[in-house]
């Protein structure tokens, strides 16, 4: 019984940065497909709004809920829409018939759609 049976530490810490890696670039592409995933749920909901809001403007005399619309909350009520969303912030402009949603945790990935134009052009 000679020879010891097992890992050494060197051997050990490899491994370790191994799974440290893998785990890295794991968690990488798992938040990069979560926010690929909310900016499509946000894509759909501007459809919904801008929908909504067509329906507003043929009702309400040709204009578009942009001074009561200012939050989701204001957007579901007015528009009688069913918008859940936990990444984006949406509000319709006062000044432009705009709507736009803006990422929670960076600002800087915003989506807008304009509502005087039609959504499909071709």
Sequence with gaps: MSGKKGFTLAEIIVVMIIIGILADLAIVNY???????SAKAAQTNLI?????????????????????CFN???INFWLTT???????T???????PFCVATNKSNNAFILTIDLTKPLVTG
């Design 72 to 74: 989701l909350t204001q």
């Design 82 to 88: 069913n918008i859940n969303d936990n990444y984006f």
């Design 31 to 37: 938040f990069t497909v979560l926010q690929q995933q």
């Design 48 to 68: 919904t709004i801008y929908s909504a809001e067509k329906n507003y403007f043929f009702s309400h005399g040709g204009a578009y809920c942009t001074t009561a």
């Design 90 to 96: 949406y509000n319709c402009n006062y000044n432009k």
